[in-house]
């Protein structure tokens, strides 16, 4: 089996900061892309943003420049430090990463159980 486990949301002011975590766990032969997703009352899911295997990350337009992801691939964990945070930005947050376990065929998806994330005007 294999959980995500994630950490680090909470109730925050607008241009303050918070930090999420997230640690995968399990029977883990390896694990490709990492990532975070929001999602908003009454909105679908949105993909924040993503990082590869080998470093290379990506972002969504409204979080470029506030927003910086993260991992330790010694640790199987990735991270996602919000800066600047913004009344919109208020969601649930959710990870994600593509995992391959031990003894089974090809990757598959896997997601945490979500942090929820309050920022006050």
């Known amino acids: 089996q294999v959980q995500l486990v994630e950490s680090g949301g909470g109730l925050v002011q607008a241009g303050g900061s918070l930090r999420l975590s997230c640690a995968a766990s399990?029977?883990?032969?390896?694990?490709?892309?990492m990532g975070w997703y929001r999602q908003a009352p009454g909105k679908q899911r949105e993909l924040v943003a993503a990082i590869a295997s080998g470093g290379s990350t990506s972002y969504a337009d409204s979080v470029k420049g506030r927003f910086a992801i993260s991992r330790d691939n010694a640790k199987n964990t990735v991270y996602l430090q919000m800066n600047s945070l913004k009344p919109e930005d208020t969601a649930v947050y959710y990870c994600?990463?593509?995992?391959?376990?031990?003894?089974?065929?090809?990757?598959?998806?896997?997601w945490g159980q979500g942090t929820q994330v309050t920022v006050s005007s």
């Open positions: 994600n990463a593509v995992i391959r376990r031990l003894g089974l065929p090809g990757p598959r998806d896997y």
């Open positions: 399990g029977r883990i032969f390896s694990i490709n892309a």
